[in-house]
């Protein structure tokens, strides 16, 4: 599943059958390769995080919770990346220095929350190619040929 | 990749650790009194809230020279800018706009570029001449090669005469005319 496919699911909790929010973004780990939290607008509570454990279902249409008690603040998170993990709009530059573009977009498995590719463009590239995030790139493996 | 740059080129090029962070930007190539291999390079900050920053990144801390970053291992291989350049005031063997004089006798022109080969640590392999007019039958900039080791004084650039016959309009061709100017020996002989 895209990035941009996930943004704008709704979060229903099983709990009450009622929605508690909406994805806004994915909170990815680039060096784990993983996202590890979904962030939400819209929710119920004071919180905005529901940390990927919480997940019970990444469906089609919707994600979905036990109950709106998963998700929490930001604080709470201790496995919470700092922003400069977050992958989207750096640039995807190889370890040769060669920029590929500026990261679109992120698939991943909505079974495990494992990250599989990062986008650029026209670009794609293999998770675990990645070898470091910072606060300019994600830097990736150089490919044999161009 | 083609392993031949302007420095010029790399001017501004960010510096870029295998962690993702930037860490400054290359504001020169730094190389010593015999030509030939770079020492490194001097940083300027990064971003447009730094201010100039005395960092220098040694050649040999260099992981890759690519076409849109320098990429480095870490931050820790930055050493002061002192430890690349070295007491004699750079300044001193700035080489832009130093007049270029064949062993011969004959001026060629202005330095207004370096060539740098990337391939392993990077060296000094030709200079980009403004030339004069006896050498424009090739172009009004020409790109001539020099020998491994060229002495570098910061006032003239004096190079062999042979170099001449080597001498290209652009960077396409350099490469085959650079193997052929060192094979002829041109790094052998010294004029003075």
Redesign the interface.
């Known amino acids: 599943m895209m990035r941009t496919e996930a943004r704008g699911r709704p979060v229903f909790s099983t709990e009450t059958s009622s929605a508690v929010g909406t994805v806004a973004d994915l909170v990815i780990d680039a060096r784990a390769g993983r996202v590890v939290a979904l962030r939400l607008t819209g929710n119920v509570g004071a919180g905005d995080v529901l940390p990927w454990q919480d997940v019970k279902a990444f469906g089609t249409d919707a994600v979905i919770v036990d109950s709106a008690d998963k998700v929490v603040e930001a604080s709470g998170v201790a496995a919470l990346p700092h922003e400069r993990t977050d992958v989207v709009g750096k640039h995807l530059l190889t370890d040769g220095g060669q920029d590929l573009g500026e990261v679109t977009d992120v698939s991943f498995d909505p079974h495990d929350g494992r990250v599989q590719a990062l986008l650029a463009g026209q670009e794609s590239v293999a998770a675990d190619e990645v070898i470091g995030c910072g606060d300019y790139a994600v830097v990736v493996q150089a490919r044999p040929q161009r | 990749?083609a392993g031949l740059v302007r420095a010029t080129a790399l001017m501004g090029r960010?510096v870029?650790?295998?962690?993702?962070?930037?860490v400054g930007q290359v504001k020169d190539v730094v190389y010593g009194p015999a030509g030939g291999p770079l020492r490194g390079f001097t940083l300027a900050g990064r971003g447009v809230f730094a201010g100039p920053r005395d960092a220098a990144l040694p050649a040999d801390a260099v992981?890759?020279?690519?076409?849109?970053?320098?990429?480095i291992e870490s931050e820790e291989r930055l050493t002061e800018s002192g430890a690349v350049v070295d007491e004699v005031d750079a300044r001193d063997r700035a080489v832009l706009d130093d007049k270029v004089v064949t062993d011969t006798g004959t001026e060629l022109g202005t330095v207004c570029d370096v060539i740098l080969r990337l391939d392993g640590v990077p060296q000094v392999v030709g200079y980009e001449i403004r030339a004069n007019p006896v050498l424009q039958t090739r172009g009004h900039r020409v790109v001539i090669p020099v020998p491994d080791a060229l002495p570098v004084s910061g006032q003239v650039l004096v190079v062999p005469q042979d170099a001449v016959e080597y001498a290209c309009a652009d960077l396409d061709g350099f490469e085959a005319a650079l193997a052929a100017f060192r094979q002829r020996g041109g790094g052998g002989d010294d004029a003075h």
């Open positions: 990749m960010p870029v650790t295998l962690s993702g962070d930037v992981h890759a020279i690519g076409p849109d970053a320098v990429m």
